[in-house]
């Protein structure tokens, strides 16, 4: 038999902690064939029982018998969890994930994951070991979200590690906690109380915030990324193909590098009703420019649709921040900035029923409605089939929902039009 036992000082106990006891400790080598007939050797140390290490023999042997498999390197074999949660975020990370994603990734690896199981080798870690860190995270009273995040960490990176051999399944995904939700999410603003927010904030900084962010469902940097550049009153559109980037210094003045989109081809139409908004803008951003150079002091030519006097752009933590006093002061029903988005997308599609087109205003992937609707999940395929249609149909979606934020607006329109009809007679 190819298992053998060993004597050790300190064994360790199942979490890879040293327990300070002696023991015994059952190793597995085995020789093989490789493809080209030679023979090689393969070897792992240390199962802690004798039926771990012949269950690991028995499978190894069927795996080597079979040309073309490759055992895992033993430093890999040995990484622990927090070894090869650390490499896998910066090589997975960096290519995969948002610099916001990202850095939320890192926090949580850092905060919550390997303080309990980081020194756990990566082959050993068992849904139990999981279920354990979760219970310990809920313990210190932290949200269900946050639980439901490291969990998440977890089953994306491990299904990295079952790919690449390092281990034989996905613990993560067979825990057996139930996280279960926190506090009910705030409702999103129905059209009236859209209009409320929208009558408080007119003629102050927030009206052109508003208008993008609960009129069109842009995300916050997206509305702070905006740039005149991408701006065009005469045709009457804008495209959303930048934004702010995830991490703005306090008192930066001028942004060297703006970040990408997700949709990097979103054009949006600028409707009847907010033409008004986005020309108030540029004429209110043309006297502040006037004006601050008159005075001496320096303008940043950032060239940002939402900007402070001097051109600087707003730093997003401080409006998210700023939005939550603003609704006290203004006496509103409590949301988050975010949840003008889920207002904007909510209206519409309650307005209209095209969810289609409305998920393509916010900006959503085309896979899932290549999906839905069985033509192909290729992308080339699925804008081909729509991309004709797509621009015209975002202006009968945001029509609906800008129209019903201006009633008066609509009714004078419609006004005009039976005058004009009449007197074309």
Not at 293 to 302: I, K, L, R, T
Request: glycine share 8%.
């Amino acid at each position: 038999m190819a298992v053998t036992t060993r004597k050790v000082v300190n064994k360790k106990n199942a979490d890879g902690t040293k327990s300070g006891k002696a023991g015994t400790v059952y190793d597995v080598n085995l020789k093989y064939k490789d493809e080209d007939g030679e023979y090689q050797t393969y070897g792992k140390r240390g199962f802690l029982t004798k039926p771990e290490a012949v269950e690991h023999e028995t499978e190894m042997r069927k795996k080597l018998s079979f040309g073309g498999y490759e055992p895992v390197k033993a430093a890999d074999a040995k990484q622990t969890v927090k070894q090869y949660l650390e490499e896998w975020v910066e090589a997975h990370g960096k290519a995969n994930l948002r610099p916001s994603t990202f850095s939320g990734y890192k926090s949580h690896i850092k905060n919550h994951i390997v303080p309990y199981i980081g020194n756990v080798p990566l082959n050993r870690l068992t849904p139990k070991m999981i279920d354990d860190m979760l219970a310990k995270l809920n313990e210190r009273k932290l949200s269900q979200s946050t639980l439901r995040y490291a969990q998440r960490i977890l089953s994306v990176a491990f299904e990295g590690a079952r790919k690449y051999g390092y281990i034989q399944g996905n613990p993560a995904r067979d825990i057996l906690t139930k996280i279960g939700k926190d506090g009910k999410t705030p409702d999103p603003y129905t059209v009236e109380q859209m209009q409320g927010l929208m009558s408080k904030c007119v003629g102050t900084e927030w009206e052109m915030i508003i208008v993008l962010s609960g009129m069109y469902g842009l995300r916050r940097n997206e509305v702070l990324g905006l740039r005149w550049q991408n701006v065009d009153l005469e045709n009457r559109t804008f495209s959303v193909v930048e934004q702010m980037p995830f991490k703005v210094p306090p008192k930066t003045t001028i942004i060297e590098e703006f970040a990408p989109t997700k949709s990097n081809d979103r054009v949006l139409p600028i409707t009847d009703a907010t033409l008004p908004y986005f020309k108030k803008q540029f004429e209110m951003q043309q006297k502040k420019r006037e004006l601050t150079e008159f005075s001496g002091m320096p303008y940043y030519e950032n060239n940002l649709v939402i900007s402070q006097a001097d051109g600087s752009p707003l730093r997003p933590d401080r409006v998210t921040c700023n939005f939550g006093q603003l609704l006290r002061h203004l006496n509103m029903p409590h949301i988050r900035f975010h949840d003008l988005r889920h207002s904007a997308a909510t209206n519409m599609h309650e307005l209209t029923g095209d969810f289609y087109t409305v998920g393509q205003v916010l900006g959503h992937s085309l896979k899932g409605i290549g999906l839905s609707l069985g033509i192909s999940t290729n992308m080339a395929d699925v804008t081909a089939r729509y991309v004709d249609v797509r621009n015209s149909r975002k202006l009968v979606v945001l029509d609906a929902y800008h129209n019903a934020l201006h009633p008066n607006r609509d009714m004078q329109a419609r006004t005009a039009k039976k005058k004009n009809d009449r007197d074309s007679r």
